[in-house]
């Protein structure tokens, strides 16, 4: 993306008026938080920098309601340090740098390694405020827990890139840190290429544990298992059981927050696919795609079947060899950063795009209204075995 | 196309009836009474006719032909739903009963796909073979839709930790008002692009009619402890939820009932041997992998004598535990002995605000001279200020009224919000502009229109039409729904 100036806001009022000038002139904005994943999503039109990581404030934070309200240009560090606190936490250690933003991460539904009870983004964002494309300050969800008042425009907004207005604030659901929580890991005793493979990850499939764990599958390693163990005591003793059952080497145990942080860290010459198929094919499509791309790294998730796939190829070839020679009765694949093409948009999101941006000035992709994940979809139909 | 008006139903029933046979149209006036209403008394409207498709294809033939005539409709499935949603004014009810197969359950997996008219409960009871429950599990649960929750976004005392009915939809096929047919979401959860999945749970029937849903299915937790703990008052019971939920421990429930509510329940067939002295009782549950349970039982309890308590019990077995939760679901069950109508109501307030909220309720409710028991999941901070009362003497019921306004402008004040999950329906339209400004509800307008642009499925409910810049000077088909007793 080529951009040709820089705007800092501070205020929201300084949003919608940046907004509602560029619709006067016709020149569409890229928005920015901390700027730490602007390669990722795309490809975006050459576009005015809005630069929102001056809205960083904390707006209201009540610990008792486990409820946070801050600017979207808040970094994750900060909002982690805050909520430690008062023993909370935001419950997602998204991929990527912790100084980016959390309105990016919001705006980007970022996934995270071994996020506690499969949470998604969509699950803890309660409220946004968001300008929306035409200037106008919008305000959806609420400081509350549970809110079913009007439209959700909050899930709308959670992982629309940015492409139907600027968030400003957010309101997020925390947690309270548990008495301990640790990683462990342990090597597998079996290689992906090995014909045996199956004979030990489906077993942890079956009997998945109620912990968060990763397969994490380097080039040339033995895949070793991830376990997030949270709880109290009896209930971590207990996990760490289960663990070992698994099959895996002598367990190790980290501070988590020094396991996320390897996890996690992406740089911007490493593409990154998301993958999934059923469970049913566990094995065999974690095999396929570490012989389609040998070179990647795999982080594979076998309580939901979800494989994130980090490769210094170029993102649409690695995902067009791995959908191409199947391996599993049905993949679907995203790129989440890396390179791609952009088909058309299917006819309700072009639409929902012209109803809260009508002239596509939030964030404009390259090809005029085309959206950024449309790639993925036209090519990660169902896959033939 | 326009829409047209009520006229042309007669015109469109040959059409319908062509579709899913005689017996399954009704357009009789003592036909159509069951439909006069939903759970909530107060209002009542009467549909022009009812349909009920059998299959899919009927379902997506009878949308078709209700766009072809430019006829508004009102989807229906188990019309338990406390707002008003389910209410056809004149307009076609499409009910969805009939389409009750649980198509598909995958336990490796872990999901189903399911018709929309299967029962909540159902879909537990036939995954319990593979060790798996649906978990969100509103109190009607035992009647209501997974079409219906899909349509309110619907919670239950379980979603505390297990999460509310967007947290466990994975995929939905929807037919849209125009009859174009949809799939929103993955079967597998790996989605991209705008959440449109996200956005239609919840849309109260206003955005299209989904065909086929597949859902989470959970593992059923290894073991199940049910804490029963009595307090001296409502305050100290309040105190207790702030300082469980502070501990880290996430109970799967944790429910307050006051002592109308327990006199209520205890003296009617669901007595679950609840103390009727209690000025409120918490019902906490945590469950999950066997070890470590009973530490955090301890904690819970301890929290518990910290605020006062009088005394705590704790069921183990699964049969206590049942007849302790009979009584908290049957509550508004048990509440229809004290009158003949129940106003069952709906808003949610940050936790650490619910002392101070149920004094100003208890305040309200003198004020008002009106009875309030309240019954609610305490752990989310969503409050069912529940009022029996005569829905024939016109003064009582407009106290009623009054009172439940007050409650909501309270809740309102407090930075809470009117609906935690039964939706806005016809019920909460007056405070929409409370909640949102001018600009926020166009939004939200605009967003309807992109599914809906002829404004005929379930119209005039969730957003106030006239704060729709683009429908001013609309028909709204809701000013002519009887407001009974209001």
Not at chain 1, 40 to 69: C, K, M, Q, W
Not at chain 1, 145 to 151: D, E, I, Q, R, Y
Not at chain 1, 196 to 201: G, Q
Request: charged fraction near 20%; proline fraction near 6%; charge should be negative.
């Amino acid at each position: 993306m080529t951009t040709h100036s820089l705007h800092r806001v501070a205020q929201v009022g300084e949003v919608a008026d940046a907004i509602r000038t560029a619709a006067e002139h016709q020149t569409p904005l890229r928005f920015r938080g901390t700027g730490t994943w602007m390669h990722g999503g795309g490809p975006f039109a050459e576009a005015t920098v809005l630069d929102l990581s001056g809205l960083s404030h904390v707006i209201e934070y009540i610990p008792g309601d486990l409820v946070i309200t801050v600017g979207a240009g808040m970094p994750l560090s900060t909002l982690r340090a805050i909520t430690a606190e008062h023993g909370q936490m935001f419950a997602l250690d998204p991929y990527g740098d912790a100084t980016g933003s959390i309105g990016a991460c919001v705006a980007t539904a970022s996934a995270a390694p071994l996020a506690p009870s499969d949470l998604q983004m969509r699950d803890l964002v309660l409220g946004i405020e968001a300008v929306l494309g035409t200037g106008e300050i919008t305000r959806a969800g609420g400081r509350v827990v549970k809110n079913v008042a009007g439209f959700d425009l909050v899930r709308l907004h959670t992982g629309a890139w940015g492409t139907l207005g600027a968030l400003t604030t957010v309101s997020l659901r925390l947690h309270a840190r548990p008495a301990i929580d640790v990683a462990v890991t342990g090597t597998a005793p079996i290689a992906v290429d090995d014909p045996a493979f199956s004979t030990w990850l489906d077993p942890i499939v079956a009997n998945r544990a109620p912990l968060p764990m990763l397969v994490v599958i380097a080039p040339n390693a033995q895949p070793r298992l991830v376990a997030r163990v949270s709880g109290n005591r009896a209930r971590v003793a207990a996990l760490m059981t289960r663990v070992q059952a698994f099959g895996v080497g002598p367990l190790q145990e980290h501070a988590i927050e020094a396991t996320l942080e390897t996890l996690r860290v992406t740089t911007p010459d490493v593409a990154m696919l998301r993958l999934r198929a059923s469970l049913r094919d566990a094995a065999r499509f974690v095999h396929h795609v570490r012989r389609t791309l040998p070179e990647a790294t795999l982080l594979y998730d076998p309580a939901r079947g979800a494989l994130r796939v980090l490769t210094r190829q170029d993102a649409t070839d690695a995902l067009a060899s791995v959908m191409a020679t199947g391996g599993a009765s049905y993949i679907r694949g995203v790129i989440d950063q890396g390179r791609r093409t952009v088909p058309t948009p299917s006819a309700l999101e072009g639409q929902i795009k012209r109803a809260l941006d009508p002239s596509d000035l939030c964030n404009r992709l390259m090809h005029h209204v085309t959206l950024p994940w449309d790639h993925a979809r036209a090519i990660s139909e169902p896959g033939a075995v | 196309m326009s829409v047209r008006p009520a006229m042309t139903v007669p015109l469109i029933r040959e059409q319908l009836i062509a579709i899913t046979g005689p017996r399954w149209v009704k357009d009789r006036r003592s036909e159509l009474a069951p439909y006069d209403a939903d759970g909530l008394p107060g209002y009542r409207a009467t549909p022009s006719l009812a349909v009920f498709p059998g299959t899919r294809d009927e379902l997506i033939a009878v949308v078709r032909c209700l766009a072809d005539a430019g006829v508004p409709f009102v989807p229906r499935g188990a019309g338990t739903g406390l707002s008003g949603g389910a209410l056809a004014n004149d307009v076609v009810l499409i009910g969805l009963n009939r389409l009750s197969r649980i198509l598909e359950v995958d336990p490796v997996n872990r999901l189903a796909r399911v018709e929309p008219g299967v029962v909540n409960a159902r879909l537990s009871r036939e995954t319990t073979p593979f060790g798996l429950h649906y978990a969100p599990d509103p109190s009607s649960q035992s009647v209501c839709t997974i079409g219906g929750n899909v349509a309110e976004n619907a919670g239950g005392p379980h979603c505390l930790k297990y999460g509310v009915t967007l947290n466990h939809v994975l995929a939905c096929e929807v037919v849209l008002p125009d009859g174009t047919v949809t799939t929103l979401g993955d079967p597998f959860g790996e989605t991209a692009g705008y959440d449109l999945l996200g956005v239609f749970i919840g849309s109260e029937g206003c955005f299209g009619i989904a065909t086929e849903i597949t859902v989470r299915l959970v593992p059923l937790p290894d073991a199940v402890h049910t804490i029963l703990a009595d307090f001296p008052s409502v305050d100290a019971a309040a105190r207790a939820v702030s300082r469980i939920v502070a501990t880290g421990i996430v109970p799967a429930a944790l429910e307050m009932m006051d002592n109308p509510t327990i006199r209520a329940v205890e003296a009617s067939v669901y007595a679950a041997g609840y103390p009727v002295d209690s000025a409120a009782i918490l019902l906490c549950e945590v469950d999950g992998v066997a070890d470590g349970l009973e530490e955090d039982v301890a904690i819970i309890r301890d929290a518990c004598l910290a605020c006062d308590a009088r005394d705590v019990r704790v069921a183990t077995a699964a049969a206590d535990r049942q007849r302790l939760w009979q009584g908290r679901k049957k509550a508004f069950g048990a509440m229809g002995r004290i009158a003949p109508a129940l106003v069952v109501q709906d808003a949610v307030v940050p936790r650490t605000r619910l002392p101070e909220v149920l004094a100003r309720i208890a305040d309200i409710s003198h004020q008002h001279q009106v009875r309030v028991c309240n019954v609610f999941h305490a752990g989310d901070g969503n409050l069912h200020p529940n009022i029996p009362y005569d829905a024939g003497d016109a003064d009582e019921s407009a106290r009623v009224h009054a009172a439940m306004s007050a409650i909501m402008q309270t809740c309102i004040d407090v930075g809470g919000t009117i609906t935690g999950e039964h939706g806005v329906g016809l019920d909460k339209l007056p405070y929409m502009e409370s909640l949102f400004d001018a600009d926020s509800l166009d939004a939200m307008c605009r967003i309807r229109q992109v599914f809906d642009p002829e404004r005929r499925a379930n119209p005039g409910k969730v957003v106030p039409v006239h704060a729709c810049r683009e429908w001013h000077g609309t028909r709204g088909v809701s000013r002519s729904t009887t407001a009974v007793g209001r």
